[in-house]
């Protein structure tokens, strides 16, 4: 059996490390890799390559800093040839990315069966560019990995499953990820010496959305919130390019520490050890609550309702006086989170097994 694994964002590349190691123990399947290029930083991607042991890419399609239309467009053409030379059994999508629709719509027009991994997320918001892609890419799929019930629930109420696709409630990736490297992480990582926040109580802080980095009120009210909690807790934010742009861009103040974009073991390292986090990421909201670590959500809804209903996670939007309430409400509480939500750290086992079913 071939899997043609398509891949285009760093989170996407932490998930494929499991199920990639996880395919190399079968003797009988076989991965080809594309790196569509989506979210693509040379030195960043060097990183994560040699710290995470992911295999080299087959393909590095080289796309990026385009609009969603150009940058999908161009995808789907790229990719439907990949997949006629390389002949796959299935194709091998992760969640919401461009990089993910395509691969899912290329597949589909060749008769590929196509495998969705985080598959049955749902913000409601469909102006939101990743809604899209989750529900058409599950509309598409064959093979629907359900990191939770809930995802499991918005499938069914879809009628999901009903057309003949296969709905698998296989826990999250990201926690089988967070478990195996967290360790790593303590023994590696640099992070806390490099930027002195050993034994020190610090906020960790992520933005990167574009809802949030294009719009210059949301993204002034922000950051008017962060430099204000800098004033009594140093607040620590990875600055991405689009964020780093567009705070020069509308020359907005920013009286806190910003440092180049981290790799996976150093921002395993930093939730560790922070007093909370602050962000409009899907992802860093799971590891806050793998880490026992409450986080407030700069976004108007989240994906991960089961954090907000576990009292892990916290909708703030965009607005200061939220966002300080909310962090001074949560100072000095103990965020003690006990429900397995996102499985038992076997997803990834899960996934291959049920593809080499397939």
Not at 132 to 158: A, Q
Not at 173 to 190: G, I, R, T
Request: hydrophobic share 40%.
């Amino acid at each position: 059996m071939k899997i043609a694994t398509i891949l285009g964002a760093r989170p996407q590349f932490i998930k494929a490390s499991m199920i990639s190691n996880k395919i190399s123990d079968y003797l009988n399947m076989s991965e080809v890799i594309v790196h569509t290029g989506q979210h693509f930083d040379e030195n960043m991607s060097r990183i994560f390559f040699e710290e995470m042991g992911i295999p080299k890419p087959d393909y590095n399609l080289g796309i990026n800093s385009m609009s969603h239309g150009s940058m999908t467009g161009r995808m789907l053409e790229k990719l439907e040839k990949i997949i006629l030379l390389e002949k796959p059994d299935w194709v091998l999508v992760y969640g919401d990315t461009n990089s993910t629709l395509a691969g899912s719509l290329a597949a589909a027009k060749l008769g590929v069966p196509i495998a969705h991994i985080e598959s049955g997320l749902r913000s409601f918001k469909m102006i939101m560019p990743e809604e899209i892609n989750r529900i058409l890419t599950d509309r598409l799929s064959k093979l629907l990995f359900c990191p939770t019930n809930t995802s499991v629930k918005n499938l069914k109420n879809e009628g999901i499953g009903d057309n003949g696709g296969r709905v698998v409630l296989s826990g999250d990736v990201m926690y089988d990820a967070y478990l195996y490297f967290k360790e790593e992480a303590k023994k590696m990582s640099p992070i806390l010496r490099e930027l002195n926040l050993e034994n020190s109580k610090f906020i960790l802080c992520t933005i990167h959305r574009p809802n949030n980095t294009d719009d210059h009120k949301r993204l002034e009210s922000i950051l008017k919130a962060l430099n204000s909690l800098n004033k009594r807790l140093r607040v620590v934010l990875p600055i991405h390019p689009r964020t780093k742009a567009a705070i020069e861009r509308n020359q907005l103040s920013a009286e806190f520490d910003f440092i180049p974009p981290v790799s996976f073991l150093n921002i395993l390292e930093l939730i560790r050890n922070c007093c909370l986090v602050i962000t409009d990421s899907g992802g860093l909201q799971k590891e806050a609550y793998f880490a026992g670590k409450f986080c407030v959500t700069l976004r108007d809804e989240t994906e991960w309702v089961e954090l907000v209903d576990e009292g892990a996670t916290f909708i703030a939007g965009s607005e200061t006086d939220t966002i300080l309430n909310l962090v001074e409400d949560l100072e000095g509480k103990e965020a003690v989170f006990n429900k397995k939500l996102y499985g038992n750290g076997e997803a990834s086992t899960i996934i291959v097994e049920e593809l080499a079913r397939a």
